[in-house]
């Protein structure tokens, strides 16, 4: 069965260096997601991406976070300098229509010291 | 400020009885309800979608939505261990550039052997 896949499973870096966590959907979906959870919390929402533009974005994803598409099957998020609250389980979902069923990837656990 | 509303729990319940789960959301606008399962350190796991208003069954799980309420819920029968889980709420919200799920905090659920 086809399956969103992430990696790194685990990343840890200093505060200040930037991260990119890769992410594979699921082959014939078109609408891609990254949605984080701070340990204990609820899961949030970070931004939408269709047709190779955002489609939209929280307050969270600001100007240090940016998404990419760089070939036909990847998708994925940069955080270009990164703060300790930023610390938290980073998921990848595909979904093929808007009102579908949104798959999530295993999760990266980004933790920044 | 659009909201998803669960019962943190813990719900525990016998192996054998039926665990009720439920869910409200604020906006009327919504259109598409989700739970997922999610175990501690994991991804959140599809269990049952539904778009309209009444009863969805599948398997030992019956989702049941009332829009005129704004509620939702999630019936699990012949309540296994291994269903001990963190059972969480999405709600979709998409139309236009609009297009996200806004997640409960999750009801934790134990049931006992």
């Known amino acids: 069965e086809p399956e969103v896949t992430q990696t790194p499973s685990h990343q840890v870096t200093q505060m200040g260096q930037e991260v990119i966590l890769r992410c594979v959907p699921i082959?014939?979906?078109?609408?891609f997601y990254w949605y984080r959870q701070i340990l204990g919390q609820k899961v949030e929402f970070l931004v939408s991406f269709y047709n190779n533009e955002i489609s939209e974005k929280s307050e969270i994803f600001d100007d240090q976070f940016s998404v990419e598409r760089p070939d036909g099957s990847n998708f994925t998020l940069k955080i270009r300098s990164t703060k300790l609250e930023d610390s938290a389980m980073y998921f990848c979902?595909?979904?093929?229509?808007?009102?579908?069923?949104?798959?999530f990837g295993p999760g990266t656990r980004l933790l920044v010291l | 400020q659009k909201e998803v509303e669960q019962n943190s729990g813990p719900l525990s319940v016998p192996e054998g009885a039926i665990a009720s789960l439920n869910c409200t959301y604020s906006d009327r606008g919504s259109q598409s309800f989700f739970w997922y399962r999610q175990y501690s350190g994991k991804s959140p796991e599809l269990i049952m979608s539904?778009?309209?208003?009444g009863d969805k069954e599948d398997g030992r799980f019956t989702a049941q939505l009332n829009k005129a309420s704004q509620y939702v819920s999630l019936l699990i029968r012949d309540s296994q261990p291994s269903d001990s889980a963190t059972y969480l709420c999405a709600v979709n919200f998409y139309g236009g550039a609009t297009n996200k799920l806004i997640f409960g905090t999750g009801t934790l659920l134990a049931v006992q052997p």
């Open positions: 082959s014939n979906h078109l609408y």
């Open positions: 979902a595909s979904s093929a229509r808007q009102e579908e069923t949104q798959y």
């Open positions: 539904i778009y309209s208003n």
